[in-house]
């Protein structure tokens, strides 16, 4: 598959019209890499090999199959009132998989707030994403137990941090490497372009993970640029490649051989996992206000699952035995997900002033015996009426 | 005896020499600081005996320093961050609010971020537009982050030192046209907590709250009052966030009147925080109404105006003049 084909299932676009009457009309569009077509038919790539046994092949359907499952959940328990908002991944799971089991436990993730995919193989309990989207905190994982950040709502910013993080990997002579994941929208923000000027002078081992899933809520990729996205990367210095993300092996191995190059000192590299946001942006967003249904039709035969699925089959590296026994898995998931957020107690009141500052404030100290002698004073009366 | 004299700069200067010396975590970021020193030489020397890996030159990109530097934080490392003029802070003001500030609530505690982050602040040096700038309360707003600024060289060293220590973030207010003023600095005894205000002249008919370069301004004018037989009292806040409010209570107990004196604007100033709680703890022990002086509700003008814009002696005096009339 090229692009060619992704942008004929696609409207018309008038920027791209002014660009060839502007410039000398060019050939073709980018090549992606490719490992695993939409039809599920496995194909070499001159750059970028992949060998993974019948038991890796399985893991990664498990766990694409496994995120849609507790995606799905999610979005459920958001229209059941359980969940205020959820961000769905549905569409993403190769581009997350394929990456997130790239990594090396050493290194270290900065998602934004989609990669629920990626958190699933850093081992993050999937629960501990809900925490956030049912509002009993603004994120309830340790970052430092799997070396996966808190979710960053503010568009780019998490690529800076991800960037200083690599050089602070740098000065301590390691050899992790550090990813930072955004999407088509963020490119244009002046964080990412920094994130770029600066890993590129400092050489830092950060590997920018962009999904483009065509939409930055109802604005197109259009509307963010007018090269393909990895291409940026060259302006900057440093390699920039895309790659089919609806495909788990090539983004697994596009990923890998970018994660062994900062490894090696040659520091960051753009990787553009062309895919596409099934979903609406959000449980609050209507995709029907700006986009037309033949699109995700287009995108549905392309699905990242159903093509593992169809290679797994056909290479006889799974039997019926072993769908059946992750539909039931995945039936187990959905239902603890459900029962940990409907069993997830609101935060005491007096938390409210807990953690604002890691040394302590008398300025909090203060405001907390006032609202804590006011919320007592309520207790008081509540007696008196007896 | 380790007591020397020295400018607020040397002081600065000494004070960061020292924490880059203690622990090999601190490192100093921004732009020019390496060969240069710093456009005001703050930094002058310490990556030549440091290194360009312990005292980074930077991209001239604010909102890139302040986000590399929460990476670096993360990575355990203690960044000193320097932005080059207050007027040019705000590129990085969405790092500094959204992310540096919260982010260790975010985590609900289990990660910490001690970046401080150097700010010269202040006008009086009859510079272009965006380099006299006071934008203190803009920081102390955000909880979260925490806001000091020294007024002589003795808090330069030490309030930098405590700053390096802290496990919060703090916003590091350096009064630019005091740089030079001298002072006598003890580099081996402690002066006081970083957050608490000092006062630096007794008296007991008034009380003037200032910090960073206003302090000298407050001092000089309380000498010119006492000339007209008027006691007055000079709170160094040093710190705008927390806010010291026991210490101004208990000197406004004594006084009875209060004026706070700041160049930033008076409008959502911390004299306006100040001046609300003092009147919330002390209503029956105030004489007259808590009075503000402070820049205008205008853009800083420019430096042919900004001796009409800046408090001066005269202003302070005048407000002491109407706050013991009422």
Redesign the interface.
């Given at each position: 598959m090229t692009v060619e084909s992704t942008a004929a299932a696609r409207k018309p676009r008038r920027a791209s019209k002014r660009t060839s009457a502007a410039k000398k009309p060019q050939s073709s569009e980018p090549q992606l890499v490719q490992l695993l077509t939409p039809e599920g038919e496995r194909v070499e790539h001159p750059d970028y090999s992949i060998d993974l046994s019948a038991d890796e092949l399985r893991g990664l359907y498990r766990d694409m199959v496994l995120t849609r499952r507790f995606d799905a959940e999610a979005t459920a328990l958001q229209r059941q009132g359980e969940l205020g908002l959820w961000a769905s991944l549905l569409g993403q799971e190769a581009a997350q998989i394929g990456s997130g089991r790239a990594l090396r436990d050493d290194d270290y993730v900065?998602p934004t707030y989609r990669e629920h995919g990626v958190a699933w193989c850093r081992g993050v309990d999937p629960t501990n994403l809900l925490g956030m989207f049912r509002g009993v905190?603004?994120?309830?994982w340790?970052?430092?137990t799997n070396n996966f950040?808190?979710y960053?709502i503010?568009i780019g910013?998490q690529?800076?941090?991800?960037?200083?993080?690599?050089?602070?990997?740098a000065?301590?002579g390691a050899d992790s490497a550090v990813i930072a994941y955004f999407g088509d929208g963020a490119s244009s923000q002046?964080?990412v372009a920094?994130?770029f000027?600066?890993s590129a002078?400092y050489n830092a081992p950060v590997v920018f993970f962009c999904q483009n899933n065509q939409w930055a809520i109802s604005e197109p990729t259009e509307r963010q640029t007018r090269v393909p996205l990895y291409q940026r990367a060259q302006g900057y210095g440093f390699p920039g490649v895309r790659v089919d993300g609806n495909d788990v092996l090539a983004c697994l191995a596009v990923t890998r051989s970018a994660l062994e190059r900062a490894r090696r000192g040659e520091g960051p590299t753009l990787v553009e996992a062309f895919t596409y946001r099934m979903g609406a942006h959000t449980t609050s967003d209507d995709p029907t206000k700006y986009r037309a249904d033949d699109e995700r039709a287009a995108w549905e035969a392309k699905d990242p699952i159903l093509r593992l699925r169809t290679y797994l089959e056909s290479s006889g590296h799974a039997d019926e035995a072993f769908f059946t026994a992750l539909d039931e898995e995945s039936e187990t998931l959905g239902k603890r997900v459900r029962e940990v957020v409907r069993a997830m107690p609101d935060p005491e009141p007096l938390s409210l002033f807990?953690?604002?500052?890691?040394?302590g404030?008398?300025?909090?100290d203060?405001e907390r015996a006032q609202f804590s002698a006011y919320q007592a004073s309520f207790a008081d009366s509540a007696e008196e009426g007896k | 005896m380790a007591v020397e004299k020295m400018s607020i700069a040397k002081a600065l200067n000494e004070s960061l020499r020292l924490a880059l010396d203690t622990d090999p975590k601190v490192l100093i970021m921004g732009e020019d600081v390496g060969k240069l020193g710093g456009v005001f030489r703050i930094t002058d020397g310490l990556q030549k005996d440091f290194g360009e890996d312990r005292v980074i030159d930077t991209p001239l990109a604010e909102s890139g320093i302040v986000g590399t530097a929460i990476g670096l934080a993360l990575r355990g490392y203690r960044p000193i961050v320097e932005i080059q003029f207050d007027g040019f802070v705000f590129p990085a003001y969405d790092q500094i609010v959204t992310q540096l500030a919260k982010m260790h609530a975010r985590a609900l505690g289990k990660i910490k971020l001690p970046v401080v982050v150097r700010i010269p602040y202040g006008g009086g040096i009859g510079a272009v537009e965006h380099h006299s700038e006071s934008p203190e309360a803009l920081f102390a707003h955000v909880a979260g982050l925490k806001v000091v600024s020294p007024s002589n060289a003795s808090d330069a060293y030490w309030m930098m030192q405590q700053a390096v220590q802290s496990d919060d973030p703090i916003i590091f207010f350096e009064p630019k046209r005091r740089y030079w003023d001298k002072g006598e600095v003890d580099t081996e005894s402690i002066p006081g907590p970083l957050h608490k205000a000092v006062t630096v002249r007794e008296g007991s008919d008034l009380t003037l709250v200032a910090y960073g370069p206003m302090v000298k301004v407050c001092l000089e004018a309380a000498a010119a009052a006492q000339e007209e037989g008027k006691s007055v009292e000079v709170l160094d806040l040093r710190s705008m966030s927390p806010i010291d409010f026991d210490a101004i209570q208990t000197s406004v107990e004594k006084t009875g009147r209060l004026v706070v004196v700041h160049e930033a604007p008076v409008f959502y100033g911390s004299g306006a925080e100040i001046a609300a709680r003092i009147t919330e703890r002390s209503f029956y022990h105030l004489e007259a109404p808590v009075l503000r002086v402070g820049g205008y509700h205008v853009p800083y003008p420019p430096a042919r105006l900004e001796d009409e814009y800046l408090p001066g002696l005269d202003r302070v005096l005048d407000a002491v003049d109407r706050s013991l009339a009422y």
């Open positions: 900065f905190n603004h994120g309830g340790d970052p430092t950040h808190l960053t503010v910013s690529t800076l941090h991800a960037t200083g993080y690599a050089m602070g990997v000065k301590d002046g964080d920094e994130s000027t600066f002078v807990e953690h604002g500052y890691a040394d404030s008398s300025l909090v203060e | -």
